[in-house]
């Protein structure tokens, strides 16, 4: 493709979980693309957030309250987007949660959060999505997966679950759609430096050696796991979104932006 051929311009875009982290990064690369993006979040202030910096990059916007695990709120968000901006071109449906436990100590609480947001919310979000696609003939739509989704983590069987649903379910959804001018692909981000990783709670912190400091796990844990021994940002996911809205025969691919970690 040429760069002309990476424009998202007059491309209506939402993304759910756009207020902060990978989900900004790929609001972003949309709006720096050309496209007016949705930002769909579970709190207000949250989503006006995201909506905010699309703003400010010139692009058309707005900021809707969702909670992905409700059909309603779903159809809502949706019929909101249709509403007011006559399409949905490109649908990035990013909302998800994490927690750690060992199978031991994993309560049940924590496994229904995980499959009611990450896999439900997919479920529902590309249901809605599909319906208004198959309309226009056109869609591209982007479910938010992991290297987890690849490849198991310990302390992370509920949240590997839930990825690796989102995986064969987005190959499954595109097959149905894939003469209807639909595409549907997961993306699977590596080790990016949000909350799932950061901070005494996240995994640098719960996975730091004696003595060791979170900032020391954090970095021994890139060179551990990526070849490329960087982390990954919010907008390297947001370039392959971007290309993923652009390129017309990818379906039902897992795409991986992990520095060389995972195949595929």
Known sequence: MTNSQFSL?????????????????????????????????YTKELAEAGADAVSKLGRR????????RKPDSVTAMVDAV????????????NAGVVSLGGIEELTVDQWDDCININLRGV????QAEVALMRKQ???????TASIAGKVGFPALSHY???KFGVIGFSNAVAKEVAQEGITVNALCPGIVGTGMWRGETGLSGKWAEPGETEEESWKRHQQIFLPQGVAQTPEDMGQMVVYLACAPHVTGQALAVDGGFSLG
């Not at 249709?82 to 449906?93: P, V």
């Not at 479920?123 to 590309?126: V, W």
């Not at 003939?137 to 479910?143: D, S, T, W």
């Open 82 to 93: 249709e509403k007011q901006f006559g399409r949905l071109d490109i649908a990035m449906n």
């Open 9 to 41: 311009e007059g491309r209506i875009a939402m993304v759910t979980g756009g207020g902060r982290g990978i989900g900004l990064g790929i609001a972003t690369s949309l709006a720096e693309a050309g496209a007016d993006v949705v930002i769909a979040d």
């Open 137 to 143: 003939k056109y869609g591209r739509i982007i479910n």
């Open 160 to 162: 590997s679950a839930t």
């Open 123 to 126: 479920f529902l979000c590309t």
């Open 61 to 68: 916007t707005a900021a809707l309250q969702v909670d992905v």
